[in-house]
């Protein structure tokens, strides 16, 4: 166990500060009894390098100590700590307890156990054996089918747990895959080796010839005997844990909640999970319970997916946080922190008179939908303004997005008009390098004017968007735009990712309906077509003094990062094409590239100033067509084309 889950520290007996509150594991599990985990707690994550081998460590340290001190010594090891949640239950019935945390210390001694018990077994100490089969399945004259197990763990580790928990599990094991098999498996072999006294090394999947070599030889059986007593000894009386069990008026979920929010792994979502799976406990019978886990939220929320790491802006986040944050944003009309995410669905979300099952639903449904954004079909409509709204970093806006996506009042004409005001907008204040800081109080309102009106939502938006002023939240007219993209050096000012998106536009728009159009792959660079290093090979024209000299060549460096001095290549290209002279560029354009926007540039015998500024006219018009302005007639026509 690692030090961030456990006191790896060997106390003697008569000192331990905890024994009021300890118990060793024959304490813990000698009665009949269950303890369960809940569904919506995570699954089985600890593994061997971080837990398992330095549990054994610790074992083997108590070991040492009952060899050299004998059954006389005093050290016992603290495994660390349960929160239990007791049940209530009928006379005569096993006591049942909810495990609130500890879950995965809990399902790692029942995995040692049953490791060592067969280890003991395979060995021939069958009492031994039997003594902690004993702590590991409840009376079958008391409990049948899964509730002869003492511990039960959470749905998604069930039949694996119930496979290795069976006796001599070993021989099924040889191929199962997952945590908890290979978390036995371990075991098992450690414990072999220390019964053997073997010199072999300890592989967590140690051959089994070799093991049945072991059994073949080595210690006699009065010396094995003796270590099948120690190691048992070891198990069920040195190792110790504090358990802790709620009084009946304590709040499991917030004791969850604060025992769990110490900087562990567990995301926001983990907490939402668990919060409104204790909330729909108590509203519905567990058979529905498991549905919703197993048909409804497993399937979606539990993907892995949702733990990748993306960035959006600065920051990497898991995917399932930003979900959590676009979602609450778009629920709550209001933007909210990444760091609020739980505290939020918690007090402005969830209350006692929630349809638990239902949210559960809406979340995994809203999901799904924010899941689509990566999966559009290619060369949609869609998937067009999500490769496009990527680079831009927009990700505020996702709220906005997932709205019109997940609103089933919005028609899909409607919502693709939506989209492309919004990509107008966005797309137009991008590449005018016009702030952003004032997007995180657009954002709400956009949704507030959206949700008023969903069957005309593009109306909606375009009244509200069109609205804004000043720096922060104007859309930028034509004549402004124009004006920049013609005569602004935009290189190394705004990012070239957004350069990339907005000249791939271009090359999008000169391909008529009835054309091919190639696939604009990942890895596209820009080019400098006059390039920064222009002095050898783009003399400057006619016959010039110093002074006009001087000049000429400062507006031509100023030409020189405009963007219609740029164009997109791919990586090998542009490394070909480098400083070289206009003839060997255009002829390496020609020969390898097959993009219209590349092979409009054969027509030019020179590469001068002139044509600069030619082409940066050209690429205005085509941008304004694109991306229309406010005043652009076709959002009064309604057209989302």
Not at 563 to 570: A, D, S
């Amino acid at each position: 166990m690692a030090p961030a889950d456990h006191e790896r520290a060997l106390l003697p007996k008569e000192t331990n500060p905890l024994k009021p509150s300890t118990h060793n594991v024959q304490q813990l599990f000698e009665q009949a009894v269950r303890y369960t985990v809940p569904l919506y707690q995570r699954p089985y994550v600890w593994d061997e390098e971080h837990q398992w081998a330095p549990l054994w460590d610790d074992v083997m340290t108590l070991l040492d100590r009952q060899a050299s001190d004998g059954l006389s010594s005093t050290w016992t090891h603290f495994l660390g700590a349960l929160v239990l949640e007791q049940e209530k239950t009928m006379p005569g019935e096993i006591p049942q307890f909810i495990v609130i945390d500890g879950q995965q210390r809990l399902t790692t001694l029942q995995l040692l156990l049953a490791a060592t018990a067969d280890a003991l077994a395979e060995v021939g100490a069958a009492d031994d054996s039997a003594l902690l089969r004993e702590l590991i399945l409840n009376n079958p004259k008391k409990a049948k089918g899964v509730d002869r197990f003492k511990v039960w763990p959470t749905n998604a580790n069930r039949s694996a747990f119930q496979l290795v928990m069976e006796p001599s599990a070993a021989p099924t094991l040889a191929a199962a895959a997952g945590l908890i098999p290979a978390a036995y498996k371990y075991f098992r072999s450690q414990a072999l080796a220390f019964l053997m006294d073997s010199d072999e090394e300890n592989e967590t999947e140690r051959d089994e010839d070799v093991i049945d070599g072991i059994l073949a030889g080595g210690d006699d059986f009065e010396s094995r005997g003796e270590r099948s007593q120690i190691l048992r000894i070891t198990m069920c009386e040195l190792l110790k844990v504090v358990s802790i069990t709620l009084e009946p008026d304590d709040n499991a979920q917030v004791i969850f909640e604060t025992l769990n929010a110490r900087g562990t792994p567990l995301l926001a979502l983990d907490l939402v999970k668990n919060a409104v799976f204790s909330l729909v406990v108590r509203q519905v019978v567990e058979a529905i319970v498991d549905g919703l886990y197993s048909e409804v939220w497993q399937p979606e929320l539990e993907q892995e997916y949702w733990r990748d790491e993306v960035r959006q802006g600065r920051l990497f986040r898991p995917r399932g946080e930003l979900f959590l944050m676009h979602w609450l944003t778009m629920k709550l009309e209001r933007t909210i922190s990444a760091t609020e995410l739980f505290p939020t669905f918690r007090t402005a979300v969830l209350s006692n008179d929630t349809d638990a099952g239902a949210l559960i639903r809406e979340l995994c449904d809203d999901a799904a939908v924010m899941r689509s954004f990566d999966n559009q079909p290619t060369g949609s409509f869609e998937d067009v303004f999500f490769r496009r709204f990527r680079p831009l970093d927009a990700g505020t806006f996702f709220p906005v997005v997932l709205l019109l996506f997940r609103s089933a009042q919005i028609t899909v004409d409607r919502r693709r008009r939506a989209l492309r005001i919004l990509e107008s907008f966005l797309a137009r204040r991008a590449l005018m390098r016009l702030t952003a800081k004032n997007y995180n109080r657009l954002v709400p309102r956009l949704i507030v004017a959206i949700r008023k009106d969903l069957e005309h939502a593009d109306d909606a938006l375009f009244s509200a968007i069109s609205g804004g002023e000043g720096e922060i939240s104007r859309w930028p007219e034509d004549e402004e735009f124009e004006d920049w993209i013609r005569n602004y050096g935009v290189y190394g000012v705004v990012g070239q990712p957004r350069l990339i998106m907005a000249l791939a536009a271009v090359e999008a728009s000169l391909y008529s309906e009835k054309t091919d159009m190639p696939s604009l792959a990942e890895g596209l660079s820009l080019e400098h077509l006059m390039p920064q290093g222009w002095e050898e090979h783009w003399s400057l024209p006619g016959q010039l003094d110093a002074n006009e000299r001087k000049a000429a060549a400062d507006e031509r460096n100023r030409r020189l990062h405009r963007l219609g001095n740029l164009t997109i290549v791919t990586q090998a290209l542009n490394a070909s094409l480098s400083n070289g002279p206009w003839a060997a560029k255009r002829s390496g354009l020609n020969a390898h590239s097959k993009l219209l926007l590349n092979s409009r540039l054969g027509d030019y015998e020179e590469w001068t100033d002139h044509a600069i500024d030619e082409r940066g006219a050209f690429l205005a018009r085509r941008l304004l067509e694109i991306w229309p302005g406010p005043s652009n007639p076709v959002w009064t026509t309604g057209s989302s084309h």
